[in-house]
């Protein structure tokens, strides 16, 4: 004997029935959107899609701002070198008037007295030439003139100094003097060249009077 089951039932069997079937196929279709013909291993590759840069993240400089960078660094680099020559400048005239101060009187008495000297004078073998590095001059050409009292009493001495060309020209010349050498003593005036660095000049001793 057969037991007839209700309609509702039926119905409610049939509706879980095509519900499991629909989710099925729901699943598949997932699955095969997913897939991908260039997986040869068959896994899941999901598509990732782009998103943009957090340009927080960013250290670059922009070209505006290198532009700026580079002119002020040439800028420092002018100032720096404007400031180095007038600071050499500065060096210069400090170091000539250091000098001029102790020599003024006697470098004039000195060409007074050389004006009436005929020839290289008599006092050559008691004077000796050095230069002086310029760094020390602020960049002047300047020689260290050594007179030396060789003889047995007191002496003065006027001394000429010119200043030649590559070409052996006479472009500047110096007059430095010592006056009340006791013998044996010493002085060491300086003379200095006011030309241009260029073309390079050569100190030579022209004339040297003991009186």
């Known amino acids: 004997m057969s037991t007839r089951i209700p309609d509702d039932q039926v119905h ?19 699955l095969v959107s997913c897939g991908s013909d260039n997986n040869a291993g068959g896994g899941v590759s999901a598509s990732v899609r782009p998103t943009a840069p ?15 960078a580079a002119s002020s660094i040439i800028g420092s680099a002018r100032a720096s070198a404007s400031a180095a020559a007038s600071s050499l400048s500065a060096a210069a005239s400090e170091f000539e008037a250091s000098v001029s101060a102790d020599t003024a009187r006697a470098s ?9 000297v005929q020839g290289p004078g008599n006092a050559r073998s008691d004077v000796a030439m050095t230069g002086l590095p310029r760094a020390k001059t602020g960049g002047l050409l300047a020689v260290l003139v050594n007179i030396t009292n060789n003889t047995d009493r007191t002496a003065s001495y006027a001394v ?3 200043f030649k060309n590559p ?11 010592a006056e009340n050498l006791k013998p044996g003593q010493r002085a060491q005036p300086v003379a200095i060249s006011r ?7 050569t100190p030579v001793l022209a004339k040297a009077q003991r009186y």
């Open 12 to 30: 409610s069997r049939r509706s879980r029935r095509i519900g499991a079937l629909l989710a099925t196929c729901a699943c598949g279709s997932l």
């Open 54 to 68: 957090n340009e927080s993240n960013f250290s670059g400089t922009a070209p505006s701002a290198l532009s700026s």
């Open 108 to 116: 004039a008495q000195a060409q007074a007295e050389l004006k009436k």
């Open 160 to 162: 000429q100094v010119d």
């Open 167 to 177: 070409d052996g020209k006479v472009v500047e010349t110096r007059f430095v003097g």
């Open 195 to 201: 030309q241009p660095t260029q073309p390079q000049l």
